[in-house]
């Protein structure tokens, strides 16, 4: 899979939080077309004339495989319906209208998806597991955001978590559904540049994640937090921030270790085993 395609897809739902009024009228001014259940979970699809064939599917199968996913796994759910657009002739964000749109934007009670983007149409083309895992991954956006701890505007202090969790969620969707396997995984991070020595402390990245390689890296990091403290952890952390926790104390709290010995064990195995 390529990782030019994916850093282009995502890191546009966190952004929008902030300005999740305007996102929701320019989407229900703009942004119309029919409307359906998605089959087998409280959520719809909208979808705007001219969208090609294939994209519904694909949409209504990630949205089922995350479903299960939170059910079994992280033993939780989005609290409320989400909306899914899928958009043709209109760009998902009003201000990207003159310009190049975002492909996939999401916020607590949405996801939208520019479907003529030419980045996206490759995916759907080449890479559908990976379009599953971009749709997954912004679905896990959308329970940070209705649980309280997808951070608002620019006032980012666990940037590296917000972005690994939902990678991390979004690609063992797909390992759950039997659609791809742990090691593809594993391959798919290196190739992204989890290994790359050039990568900073993880730390480093509690304000902002610049590309591939780092979410690769905090996808690393959130798999040994899943490990230390089962899945399940990842909503407990979540809840807790929205309870207006500071993240820190949440943090020790849903996985058992300080933030700043979790950060000094992770550089340490990055040493010995990455």
């Known amino acids: 899979m390529k990782t030019t395609i994916r850093k282009t ?12 009024g305007v996102l929701a009228l320019w989407q229900t001014v703009y942004l119309g077309g029919t409307a359906k259940t998605i089959e087998g979970t409280p ?13 519904e599917e694909l949409i209504a199968t990630a949205l089922q495989d995350a479903q299960k996913y939170f059910q079994d796994v992280l033993k939780t759910e989005v609290p409320q319906p989400v909306r899914v657009q899928l958009a ?24 939208c998806i520019n479907s003529t983007r030419s980045l996206w149409k490759k995916v759907l083309k080449n890479e559908p597991t990976l379009g599953l895992t971009i749709v997954a991954h912004e679905h896990f956006h959308n329970l940070q955001g209705q649980l309280g701890c997808l951070p608002k505007g620019n006032a980012h202090e666990y940037r590296w978590w917000v972005e690994g969790t939902a990678t991390y969620v979004g690609w063992q969707t797909e390992v759950h559904a039997g659609r791809v396997t742990p090691d593809e995984v594993e391959q798919e991070m290196r190739s992204w540049g989890a290994m790359r020595p050039d990568l900073k402390p993880l730390k480093a990245y509690e304000t902002s994640m610049p590309g591939d390689p780092e979410y690769a890296l905090a996808y690393r990091a959130v798999d040994r937090l ?11 952390f979540c ?8 993240w820190k104390t949440a943090f020790e709290k849903a996985f058992g270790v300080s933030v700043e010995d979790f950060y000094q064990r992770f550089e340490a195995d990055r040493k010995t085993h990455f």
Do not use: F
């Open 9 to 20: 897809l995502i890191r546009s739902g966190v952004l929008l939080v902030g300005t999740a």
């Open 239 to 246: 809840q807790q921030v929205g309870q207006k926790l500071p």
């Open 43 to 55: 959520h719809t699809l909208q979808t705007q004339p001219g969208v090609p064939a294939g994209h």
């Open 88 to 111: 043709s002739i209109s760009p998902c964000v009003p201000l990207q209208a003159l310009g190049q749109p975002a492909t996939a934007v999401a916020n607590k009670n949405s996801i």
């Open 226 to 236: 899943v490990k230390r403290a089962g899945a399940a952890s990842l909503g407990q």
